[in-house]
């Protein structure tokens, strides 16, 4: 009961990271705005590991295709990379300081705009290299807000 | 459910389990149709995420309206009825201009430019991703919106329909890395392709030869070829040009006149092959 119940918050807060997700900026800012769902289901994952593993990311990362309606499992192996690669650090990621596990963060989300990057090059797109750190950059500067808001839920004994 | 999130011994042989299947994914969509019915009804499921993501936009736009003041109200209201005079009085030059075009064309054996029928439409997402130049529009296959339709703003071409639902639509913009457009000179008619470089304020031309009589501030607009746009929409000014030595080709660079990251209001261009082919004009 009590982990179902913590899988419907993660549905609710995932629900509000696809609308922050999807919500039009003006085309210049685009590059500055943050990966909310990829953050959202690291936070999960970095706080309930034994509930949310790499399964849970891959079903957001499917999610996130038909949102964002790209190549179905293009982003569903970039979130499964992520729920692994934190599942894999998962023993060392809890003695992590506050610092270091932003700094973790944004190095994350910096390989993933670069493995996304490579997958539009698969795909006789180029990707502007560029932008990449500037997300990863704002991506680590949301990351204590939301990781203090998952910590709360995360937290509550329902 | 609680079995599917539950972790296993080894995040590493997961992740190889996930990846199998997304590479069959994403060949099976990258090379089949096999995915669209799941596409579109799906689609439905996540089309009030777009809906919540876009009233902050609309309580802005409710709020601008509700809180203007009377007074810049009758301001507007009696500069817009100047406009309106202004713009009526050139329709009948136009008009006017219209008929002599028809005139000569018809003494020059040309075909006869057809007047497009529009229907406006709002943005209702912005595609999150940098790379991918998409937006979602609230007209759908309900409006007769087909795939391959132009898009336009105020000031020019924006790009074309992609995807198709029943109550909106995806457009690919003209910026997008994967879109090329044929356009033409207006000054001279040299014609060309603007290729999108996923930059919202910028498009190239392609294979223009160094002897071509093009200037920085030239005028493009689209030329018809290809049968997708239709002729004579601005789609930018040639902001500068570069003659590499080595190159066989100009390296050109162009403003797109559409205000293609502002933009909300645009419009739904019906041509006359595009409209007989998959749907009616309104």
Aim: hydrophobic share 50%; charged share 15%; with cysteine.
């Amino acid at each position: 009961m009590k982990k179902d119940d913590h899988l419907v918050v993660a549905l609710v807060s995932l629900v509000l990271a696809a609308t922050l997700h999807v919500m039009p900026v003006t085309g210049s800012w685009i590059v500055w705005k943050p990966n909310f769902l990829l953050l959202v289901t690291m936070a999960w994952i970095f706080h309930r590991p034994s509930e949310f593993g790499v399964f849970f990311a891959a079903s957001v990362g499917i999610f996130a295709d038909f949102l964002m309606r790209s190549t179905l499992g293009h982003h569903m192996l970039m979130f499964a990379f992520c729920g692994a690669l934190i599942g894999v650090l998962s023993r060392w990621s809890q003695f992590l300081s506050f610092i270091q596990r932003i700094v973790l963060v944004s190095l994350i989300v910096l390989l993933v705009g670069f493995v996304e990057a490579s997958i539009f090059a698969a795909y006789d797109i180029s990707a502007a290299l560029t932008q990449v750190p500037m997300v990863a950059l704002f991506s680590a500067l949301f990351w204590p807000i939301i990781d203090k808001l998952i910590a709360r839920s995360s937290a509550v004994d329902y | 459910m609680r079995n599917v999130f539950n972790k296993a011994s080894s995040p590493a042989r997961k992740f190889l389990i996930i990846a199998f299947v997304a590479v069959s994914f994403m060949l099976i969509d990258s090379f089949t149709p096999w995915m669209k019915p799941i596409y579109s009804a799906v689609d439905n499921v996540v089309r009030p995420i777009y809906w919540l993501s876009n009233i902050p936009l609309r309580l802005e736009a409710w709020s601008e309206n509700a809180v203007v003041p009377r007074s810049e109200l009758e301001r507007n209201n009696l500069r817009l009825t100047k406009e309106s005079l202004i713009y009526h009085g050139q329709l009948q030059r136009m008009s006017d201009l219209a008929a002599e075009n028809t005139r000569l064309r018809r003494l020059l054996n040309a075909t006869e430019l057809l007047v497009d029928n529009v229907l406006v439409t709002e943005v209702i997402g912005v595609s999150s991703n940098p790379l991918r130049h998409t937006l979602t529009v609230d007209r759908g296959s309900d409006d007769g919106v087909y795939v391959g339709q132009p898009l336009l703003d105020a000031q020019g071409l924006m790009g074309q329909i992609i995807d198709v639902h029943t109550n909106h639509s995806t457009a690919l913009l003209i910026t997008d890395m994967s879109h090329a457009l044929p356009v033409q000179v207006l000054r001279n008619g040299v014609r060309s392709i603007a290729q999108g470089l996923s930059d919202y304020n910028l498009l190239q031309l392609q294979f223009v030869s160094p002897t071509s009589d093009v200037v920085v501030g030239d005028t493009l607009v689209s030329s018809g070829l290809g049968g997708l746009y239709p002729v004579g929409y601005p789609v930018g000014t040639i902001i500068s040009i570069e003659r590499n030595p080595g190159d066989s080709f100009l390296n050109i660079q162009v403003d797109p006149s559409a205000e293609i990251d502002r933009s909300r209001h645009l419009l739904l261009v019906f041509t006359s092959s595009g409209a007989d082919s998959d749907a009616a004009a309104p």
